[in-house]
């Protein structure tokens, strides 16, 4: 199991229909980044300047200070600086994320994170702004963690299928619904502790994940504009092959029995290859009832 885990994240951006695993394995190269980082400047007595290059990552809360360096909305869902802060952060994104996967696919999960941080953190921006028990520290304020999306799939997922259940430690079968109600409930109690700024990101995330679902069952894929920046910048990205063109003249011979066959063989592998990438897209639920029929088909034969 662990072998497998580790080599999709060794291979996430080799691979296509896998967002769950990019995200995990961005999340986890920029906390080792950061701790080497840490670790090497600490020794030199240049804490002060992880400090400042860290900030640069983090979600300021006053829009004076956000406003010269307004990529942190992106950046600070992918930032952490403790291990237990990360690694609970990933085991639930996870967990939870394997059954987003399943029923939206990689596209519409990788939406729902994104779409949760920045939930998460506009709304932490605005009660910073607008609560007065915060009007002495908005200025200094400053965020991290993936928490605000990792609660929007979270959510997500208990919204989708409320009674599936989880094997806890002690607890036996939970359904996540429960799960899920628990963390917000805590999220609440906390969003005037003393990480209110984390607390209320993990409202704004989960409230987020709910409305996500429900916009989704009605038709309207509140992700697309998401998804439309995702793919320009794959495009960007990716490697273009070389193409060489070469020029031959026809042949005009034809074997009717042998190519007709092999024509068949071809078009039945594409529909199968294609059927394939939209499950890894979008769901097994996505699939049309001729589709379902064909892929079953193709698995008996074969």
Do not use: C
């Not at 799939?153 to 259940?165: E, K, M, Y």
């Not at 429900?214 to 439309?228: C, E, I, K, S, W």
């Amino acid at each position: 199991m662990y072998a497998g885990f580790w080599d999709q994240i060794k291979n996430a951006f080799n691979q296509n229909g896998n967002s769950l695993y990019k995200i995990l394995a961005i999340n986890l190269l920029v906390y080792f980044v950061l701790l080497v980082a840490w670790v090497f400047m600490s020794l030199a007595g240049l804490e002060s300047v992880y400090n400042a290059m860290r900030s640069y990552l983090m979600m300021p809360a006053a829009p004076e200070y956000f406003i010269t360096q307004p990529w942190t909305i992106f950046t600070y869902m992918f930032t952490h600086d403790r291990f237990f802060h990360i690694l609970f952060n990933m085991l639930f994104l996870y967990w939870f994320g394997l059954l987003v996967m399943e029923y939206l696919g990689s596209r519409k999960f990788a939406n729902l994170y994104i779409l949760g941080g920045l939930a998460g953190g506009l709304f932490y921006m605005l009660i910073y702004n607008i609560a007065p028990l915060f009007s002495d520290v908005v200025h200094r304020s400053l965020m991290l963690g993936a928490s605000a999306g990792v609660y929007a799939i979270v959510v997500a997922a208990a919204t989708l299928s409320p009674n599936t259940s989880f094997r806890l430690l002690l607890l036996g079968n939970v359904k996540i619904k429960y799960i899920a109600i628990f963390y917000v409930l805590v999220a609440f109690a906390n969003s005037a502790g003393s990480n209110a700024g984390g607390e209320l990101a993990h409202l704004g995330g989960a409230a987020l994940g709910y409305f996500y679902v429900v916009q989704l069952r009605n038709g309207r894929d509140l992700g697309v504009p998401v998804q439309v920046v995702g793919q320009f910048f794959e495009k960007l990205f990716s490697k273009k092959s070389k193409v060489k063109v070469t020029y031959r003249k026809k042949s005009y011979e034809y074997k009717s029995e042998p190519l007709s066959k092999s024509r068949g063989e071809l078009t039945s592998q594409e529909e199968i290859d294609r059927i394939l990438d939209k499950i890894a897209d979008k769901g097994y639920d996505s699939l049309s009832k001729e589709e379902k029929r064909k892929l079953f088909e193709f698995s008996n034969k074969a």
